[in-house]
DNA sequence: TCTGGGGTCCTAGGACCC
DNA sequence: TCTGGGGTCCTAGGACCC
C-alpha cells in the first residue's frame, strides 16, 4: 500500500514568529505584510538575513544574504532581531498540536515536521481535507501560517510543501512527479545544492526532469557513489523512513569574532569558553565525547578543521579546553581569524575508561566537581553567567 | 557595516593489520 | 628481492540542509 507522508513546514517562521511577538507586545504593524527581515546583528559581524517577509521575497531579498546587500534591494527595509527562545516555545506549539492527531512525526528542524498520515487516515479520513482542517486550525490556534506538502514519501511531501507559499496545500503523488516537478530548475530539488547544480547545467541538465532522465555515465564524475540516488530523487523516489527519535551525533558550537584575531591567547580564551558551552550541553544530555574537533575560520573565509581522537571518553571541560588548545596550538599558523569553534564528535552514553599510568586522577575528580558545581549554579540561574571563562576575564 | 550557526553525510588518502 | 589485496580506523575537507 501506498504510502501518504505530510510535510508541514512554517511560512517564514522565523519572521511570523517575531511578528506574532511584537503585535503580542503591543506593536502596531504586522510586519508580514510589510518588507522586512529578521537579521543578524552587523556590528558583531553576523549581519545576514534569517528569514523574510513575503514582501521583502518580491524585491529579491534571499535568506543567508548580507543586510547590505538587503537593503541595496530595497533602501528602508526594517531588520528585526531573532529571538531564538521565543521561536523554540512557538516551535513546541506547534509539534504538540500536531501530536495530538499522531504521534508519528519527524521533526527536522525547528520550523517543519513531516508526519506519516497513511497510518491515521482511518481515524480521520481523506488528506486533502485533513490538511487544509489542520492549517486552518494551526493559524487559527497559534496565528502563524503553513504550507503542506502530500505526497507518498518524504521527498516529494517536502517538494509539494515548496511549491506556491504561503498558507497552502499540495499533493505530489507518484503518478504527479512529471507534471508538477520535471519543469522546476535542477536548483529547486531538495539534495542538490549550488555547488551540484553548478555542474549539473554545464552538461546541460537544468531541469530535474533532464536529471530524471540522464544517462546515469554523465553525471558519475559529479556524483561518484551517490549517481544513483541522484536520478532516483529526480524521478521522485525515496523509500527513507521517518526518523521518530533524534540523537545528536556530534555537538558544536562556534561564533565570528567581532574582529579577526591572531593572538594566540585570545584564540586560546574563546576556546575555552566554547569547551564550557559544549561541554555542559553534553552533560546535561548524559553523554561523553572522545573526538574534538577545533574548527577555525580565516578572513579569506577559508574553513579548516583539525580533530583529535582521546584513549577515553570525557565530559570534563577542562579536559576538552585543554585538548583544543593543544590542536589549535598544532595547526594555527598565524592567519587572521574570523570564525572559531569546538565540535565534539563520536558521543555516547558511558565513559569509556582505561587506566593510564600518567593521568593525575585526583585533578580529574576535581575537574569533575567543578564542572558539577557550575552547572548546577548555572541550572538556577537558568544562564550562563557563571564560567570560567566569564571569571577569569572580569576586567570588563 | 559584506558574507551565521548547528547539524548530517560522503569522499579520499594514509595508517595499520592480516 | 619484490610486492597482494581486503578491511577498518582516523583525519580533513566539501556538500548540503534549515
Known amino acids: 500500500m501506498d504510502r501518504i507522508i505530510f510535510h508541514i513546514d512554517v511560512n517564514n517562521a522565523f519572521l511570523s514568529w517575531t511578528a506574532i511577538d511584537l503585535l503580542n507586545k503591543g506593536y502596531k504593524e504586522d510586519i508580514r505584510n510589510i518588507v522586512s527581515v529578521i537579521g543578524g546583528d552587523e556590528k558583531t559581524r553576523n549581519g545576514i538575513v534569517l528569514s523574510k517577509s513575503t514582501p521583502a521575497k518580491k524585491y529579491g531579498i534571499k535568506t543567508?544574504?548580507?543586510?547590505?546587500?538587503?537593503?541595496?534591494?530595497?533602501?528602508?527595509?526594517?531588520?528585526?532581531?531573532?529571538?531564538?527562545?521565543?521561536?523554540?516555545?512557538?516551535?513546541?506549539?506547534?509539534?504538540?498540536?500536531?501530536?495530538?492527531y499522531s504521534p508519528d512525526i519527524e521533526v527536522a528542524s525547528v520550523d517543519e515536521c513531516y508526519l506519516d498520515y497513511g497510518k491515521v487516515k482511518n481515524l480521520y479520513g481523506d488528506e486533502l481535507k485533513f490538511a487544509y482542517m489542520l492549517k486552518d486550525k494551526i493559524k487559527n490556534e497559534l496565528g502563524f501560517t503553513v504550507n503542506i506538502g502530500i505526497a507518498n514519501n518524504k521527498l516529494c511531501a517536502k517538494m509539494a510543501s515548496d511549491f506556491e507559499k504561503p498558507d497552502k496545500v499540495h499533493t505530489l503523488y507518484q503518478n504527479e512527479i512529471k507534471d508538477k516537478m520535471w519543469s522546476l530548475p535542477i536548483d529547486d530539488l531538495f539534495g542538490i545544492g549550488r555547488s551540484s547544480a553548478e555542474k549539473l547545467k554545464e552538461k546541460g541538465i537544468k531541469t530535474i526532469g533532464d536529471l530524471a532522465n540522464a544517462d546515469i555515465h554523465k553525471i558519475e564524475k559529479i556524483f561518484k557513489n551517490q549517481s544513483k540516488y541522484a536520478i532516483e530523487i529526480a524521478n521522485g523516489i525515496d523509500n527513507s523512513e521517518l526518523e521518530l527519535y533524534w540523537e545528536p551525533k556530534g555537538i558544536s558550537n562556534e561564533f565570528t569574532l567581532p574582529k579577526d584575531e591572531r593572538n594566540i591567547e585570545v584564540l586560546n580564551e574563546k576556546l575555552l569558553m566554547l569547551s564550557e558551552m559544549v561541554s555542559r550541553r553534553l552533560r546535561k544530555d548524559g553523554k561523553y565525547t572522545d573526538t574534538i574537533c577545533v574548527i577555525?575560520?580565516?578572513?579569506?573565509?577559508?574553513?579548516?578543521?583539525?580533530?583529535?581522537?582521546?584513549?577515553?571518553?570525557?565530559?570534563?571541560?577542562?579536559?576538552?579546553?585543554?585538548?583544543?588548545?593543544?590542536?589549535?596550538?598544532?595547526?594555527?599558523?598565524?592567519?587572521?581569524?574570523?570564525?572559531?569553534?569546538?565540535?565534539?564528535?563520536?558521543?555516547?552514553?558511558?565513559?569509556?575508561?582505561?587506566?593510564?599510568?600518567?593521568?593525575?586522577?585526583e585533578e580529574k575528580n576535581k575537574d569533575e566537581k567543578v564542572d558539577k558545581v557550575m552547572d548546577e549554579i548555572n541550572s538556577k540561574l537558568g544562564s550562563n553567567i557563571i564560567t570560567k571563562a566569564s571569571l577569569k576575564n572580569s576586567n570588563k
Not at 546587500?69 to 516551535?91: E, G, I, T
Open 296 to 361: 577555525l575560520k580565516d578572513n579569506n573565509f577559508i574553513r579548516k578543521s583539525h580533530q583529535r581522537k582521546l584513549k577515553n571518553s570525557t565530559n570534563v571541560t577542562n579536559e576538552i579546553y585543554n585538548t583544543s588548545k593543544e590542536i589549535l596550538k598544532e595547526f594555527y599558523k598565524g592567519e587572521p581569524i574570523r570564525l572559531i569553534g569546538i565540535r565534539l564528535d563520536n558521543l555516547t552514553l558511558k565513559e569509556t575508561y582505561q587506566i593510564n599510568l600518567f593521568e593525575n586522577v
Open 64 to 100: 543567508a544574504e548580507t543586510l547590505y546587500s538587503a537593503r541595496k534591494k530595497y533602501n528602508k527595509l526594517k531588520v528585526f532581531p531573532a529571538d531564538h527562545k521565543y521561536y523554540s516555545m512557538m516551535s513546541k506549539k506547534l509539534f504538540n498540536l500536531l501530536s495530538t
